[in-house]
């Protein structure tokens, strides 16, 4: 299990020092930040995919946001 996570933690900087070079000779700074941003988000959440650690799903965030309006609506039409 952790061999998993040490894996992809390694490839994602290898991956990330692949992809720095161009970019940074390019003085592509939004590039920069948005790849970093988004590579070590997708890794973070694989590495915790495989150590099997809990990731709330974002269709829950929404029940908990809608689900007390929608219950007001509900009230209010009968």
Do not use: T
């Not at 991956?15 to 720095?20: A, Q």
Request: glycine share 4%; with cysteine; hydrophobic share 60%.
């Amino acid at each position: 299990m952790w061999w998993g996570a040490l894996a992809v933690f390694v490839v994602s900087i290898c991956i990330f020092i692949l992809e720095f070079r161009p970019l940074w000779r390019k003085r592509i700074r939004k590039e920069i930040w948005s790849f970093s941003i988004l590579l070590f988000l997708g890794a973070g959440l694989n590495i915790a995919h495989i150590l099997r650690i809990e990731i709330p799903n974002p269709l829950q965030v929404m029940v908990v946001i809608y689900k007390p309006i929608s219950d007001a609506m509900v009230s209010f039409l009968k």
